[in-house]
């Protein structure tokens, strides 16, 4: 096979998984989350990040991506703030973790189109919350890497189940 053939071929592999990736959760949206649960999710971020000595940011926002809760460790990067909220609002708007965008950019080719998606934030850390099988919200965590964000705010989807 020509090395043509096969870097076609690979292409549209790359662009079908992507495509199924990218595909919308199948979960409805759901009436927008209340602040204590707001305040108990970031809560159990903050208990994760304060476990591994981690100084973060958690932005819990409601499912129109509007803010409901912000909770700023002391001695964090002041820049962490605005970038939680973006991977909160991400996360509900699209309905998706923003690790999905993230894998998508990382696999160049027809996934580099997620840079020219407004509010598309490809940085793993953000999750929709989804109560009762429906997305009330979501959550976003920023401060460390990527993966340890991500834990985080792992931790504050679990305190919600």
Same mark, same amino acid.
């Given at each position: ?58 932005? @819990? ?6 803010? @409901?809760?912000?909770?700023?460790? &002391? ?5 962490? %703030? ?20 993230? &894998? ?16 598309? %934030? ?7 919350? %989804?109560?009762?099988?429906?997305? @009330? ?25």
């Amino acid at each position: 096979m020509s090395q043509t053939i096969l870097k076609s071929l690979l292409a549209m592999l790359f662009a079908l998984c992507a495509s199924s990736a990218l595909a919308q959760m199948p979960n409805p949206y759901g009436a927008p989350i209340s602040l204590e649960n707001a305040k108990k999710a970031a809560a159990a971020a903050e208990a994760e990040a304060r476990k591994n000595n981690w100084k973060m940011a958690f932005a @819990v926002t409601d499912i129109s991506g509007d803010l @409901v809760y912000l909770e700023k460790m &002391d001695a964090t990067q002041t820049g962490s %703030v605005s970038v939680a909220i973006g991977k909160a609002r991400s996360a509900a708007l699209f309905k998706r973790p923003t690790k999905v965008f993230q &894998d998508a950019v990382a696999g160049g080719g027809a996934g580099l189109r997620i840079l020219g998606l407004e509010g598309a %934030v490809p940085l793993d850390g953000g999750f929709p919350i %989804v109560m009762d099988g429906k997305i @009330v919200g979501a959550i976003g965590a920023s401060g460390a890497t990527g993966e340890q964000d991500a834990q985080c705010a792992a931790a504050g989807l679990a305190a919600l189940k």
